[in-house]
């Protein structure tokens, strides 16, 4: 798998923060975050282009790694709407005409 | 309202019959990709398409087949030699221009192989 996510499941309390860890030992020319809810589509959250960028969409925050191998998502002040499988994407910097998906994380929150 | 549409959402097939799930967008995008996705699993690319009559094979074209004779059409072909065809099937596509590296998907398609 090129894209190694952690943890695989969360289960957390409404209103706690969490973050997502997305590693990989190849470099990557960008990298994004998605949401997908059962039986649904991913849905894209956040989209990192530059080494180092950190970018935030209302509760969600995500940073590019210095060397472009990794990334984190951050939700701050979980609420249960965010339960879902929360994916990062990238691709590689020789062939930017694939995406490499990681192997996901399943949230759950409880209220 | 632009998007991506896949039709139908659920779809039940024989063992052993050939099956065309659709996909079709109005965001005028370049690209388009087909993914396979198994219960717990994450997205494995089958096959994608940057132009009209172009495509490439992804990491598990085996028993599948495309074409893109539109570029608003993508449909993909789930023939008799995909030994394991049960799972929920997913289009998306990308502007090519612009810098954009972000993919957009449709609802899927769940298909079961009876």
């Known amino acids: 798998q090129l894209l190694e996510q952690s943890p695989q499941f969360l289960s957390i309390q409404e209103g706690e923060n969490l973050t997502v860890y997305c590693n990989s030992s190849s470099v990557f020319s960008s990298l994004q975050w998605y949401r997908q809810e059962p039986g649904e589509g991913p849905v894209l959250l956040i989209a990192?282009?530059?080494?180092?960028e950190l970018t935030s969409n209302g509760r969600l925050t995500a940073q590019f790694g210095i060397t472009r191998k990794d990334s984190f998502l951050n939700i701050s002040a979980s609420i249960p709407s965010d339960v879902g499988i929360y994916f990062c994407?990238?691709?590689?910097?020789?062939?930017?005409?694939?995406?490499?998906f990681g192997t996901g994380t399943s949230l759950t929150v409880i209220p | 309202d632009g998007g991506i549409t896949q039709s139908p959402k659920y779809l039940f097939r024989k063992e052993g019959q050939n099956v065309t799930l659709s996909c079709e967008q109005n965001l005028n995008h370049d690209a388009m990709y087909w993914y396979r996705q198994d219960p717990g699993q994450g997205l494995r690319l089958i096959y994608y398409?940057?132009?009209?009559?172009?495509?490439q094979k992804g990491d598990i074209a085996e028993g599948y087949s495309v074409s893109r004779e539109k570029k608003e059409s993508f449909p993909l072909t789930v023939t008799s030699a995909q030994k394991n065809p049960t799972a929920f099937y997913l289009c998306?596509?990308?502007?090519?221009?612009?810098?954009?590296?972000?993919?957009?998907f449709g609802p899927g398609t769940r298909l079961t192989v009876l």
């Open positions: 990192l282009y530059k080494a180092g």
């Open positions: 398409s940057q132009i009209v009559n172009d495509f």
């Open positions: 998306a596509s990308k502007p090519l221009a612009g810098g954009y590296n972000e993919q957009f």
């Open positions: 994407a990238g691709q590689l910097k020789f062939n930017g005409n694939q995406f490499y």
